[in-house]
C-alpha cells in the first residue's frame, strides 16, 4: 500500500509584500500593548493584505475598511484576520511560518466566514506564499495537507454571488464611520418620521440596562424596513443608537417609528431583540397609539444579537455584532 502526498507549493502562489504593506502592518503593531500581540497584528494585517491583493489580482472586490481586521479596539481583544467581501462575507486570513505542518484557527473566527485561506510569510516580511483554501473548520490547529488549491477559493466566492450570505450589521465599525449599506444618517430620513414623534411611547427599558453615564453625542443610523402590502407605501424606520461605555460594553437603543403621514405604528407590530441562540431577549409591540417603541440594552464587543420586525406574519431579520 502507497501513501500519495502533495506539496503545498504546488497548491499556491507566490506574491511579494511591498513596502506599503509592510508599513500599514507595522503602523498597526505600534498600537498594541505588549510585544507577543504587536507580532501577532503584524502578521495578520500581513496576511490580509497579501490575500487582498490577491483577490484584487482576480477583479474580486474588497473593503478592508469594513473588516473587523483593521478595527483598532478589536485587534486588540482578539486574534482576527478577516477581509470583509462586500456582499458576501468575510473571508479569514490566517498567517503561517516557514516549514509549518499546522495553521491555527482561533474559535472566534469559526463562524460567520466564507472560508479560510493560509499564508505563508518568510522571516524577512518581503515574500508570501498563499497555501491554499478550505471552507470550514472546526479545529484550532488546521493540517496543512487539508488545504484546497486556491481555484476553489474562487469557485466559493462564484457560487455566493449567485446565493450571498447576509452580512453581520458589524456596529464596532460605526465608531469610525464605517456603515454598511441601507444605514443612513436620521437627518437624512427626518421628513420621514411622524408628526409629532414625542407623542405616545411604549417600550420596554429596565434601570440595569441602562448606563447612567451616556456620552454627549451617541453614533445613530436609521434604516427603512418594508413588511409589504400591511403597511404599503409607509415602511418604518429603524433607528440604532450605540454608545460606548467605559467598562467595555456597548449600550445600544433600538426604536422603532412610522414614516409618512403615518402618527401611530400599525397595532401588534412588535419589536424584538434575540440572543446569539435565537431566543427572545427583549420585545415591545406597539398599541392603537404609540408613534414609536423603543428597548435598550447593553452588550460586549463581538457579542451578537439579531433584531426582528414583525406584523402578523410577515417578519424582517437584521443581525448584528457589536
Known amino acids: 500500500m502507497t501513501k500519495t502526498t502533495h506539496k503545498l507549493n504546488d497548491l499556491g502562489i507566490e506574491l511579494p509584500i511591498p513596502q506599503t504593506a509592510r508599513t500599514i502592518a507595522q503602523k498597526f503593531a505600534n498600537q498594541q500593548p505588549t510585544f507577543a500581540k504587536a507580532e501577532q497584528v503584524r502578521l495578520n494585517t500581513l496576511a490580509v493584505l497579501v490575500v487582498n491583493d490577491y483577490l484584487q489580482m482576480m477583479g474580486i472586490p474588497t473593503n478592508l475598511k469594513a473588516s473587523d481586521s483593521w478595527n ?132 420596554r427599558i429596565t434601570a440595569e440596562e441602562i448606563s447612567p453615564h451616556q456620552p454627549q453625542t451617541p453614533t445613530r443610523r436609521a434604516k427603512l424596513i418594508d413588511l409589504g402590502i400591511q403597511i404599503a407605501n409607509y415602511p418604518v424606520m429603524l433607528i440604532v443608537e450605540i454608545s460606548p461605555e467605559s467598562n467595555t460594553k456597548t449600550s445600544i437603543r433600538l426604536q422603532l417609528h412610522p414614516t409618512g403621514n403615518q402618527l401611530y405604528l400599525p397595532e401588534g407590530l412588535k419589536l424584538t431583540v434575540l440572543d446569539e441562540s435565537k431566543v427572545v431577549f427583549l420585545e415591545a409591540q406597539a398599541r392603537s397609539a404609540d408613534n414609536y417603541i423603543q428597548l435598550q440594552f447593553r452588550g460586549d464587543i463581538q457579542e451578537r444579537f439579531s433584531v426582528q420586525i414583525s406584523l402578523g406574519d410577515m417578519t424582517f431579520t437584521e443581525s448584528f455584532m457589536i
Open 72 to 203: 483598532p479596539i478589536l485587534q486588540m481583544c482578539g486574534n482576527i484576520a478577516d477581509l470583509e467581501i462586500p456582499l458576501l462575507g468575510r473571508l479569514e486570513c490566517r498567517n503561517v511560518q516557514s516549514h509549518a505542518q499546522e495553521c491555527l484557527i482561533p474559535p472566534e473566527t469559526w463562524e460567520e466566514r466564507i472560508g479560510y485561506v493560509v499564508v505563508q510569510i518568510d522571516e524577512s516580511l518581503q515574500q508570501a506564499n498563499i497555501l491554499g483554501f478550505i471552507q470550514n473548520v472546526d479545529t484550532e490547529l488546521l493540517p496543512l495537507n487539508q488545504l484546497q488549491p486556491l481555484e476553489e477559493l474562487i469557485e466559493r466566492i462564484s457560487q455566493l454571488k449567485t446565493s450571498p450570505i447576509q452580512p453581520l450589521v458589524n456596529l464596532s465599525q460605526w465608531f469610525i464611520n464605517q456603515f454598511e449599506v441601507g444605514w443612513q444618517t436620521v437627518e437624512s430620513l427626518r421628513e420621514l418620521l411622524a408628526i409629532n414623534p414625542a407623542y405616545g411611547f411604549r417600550g
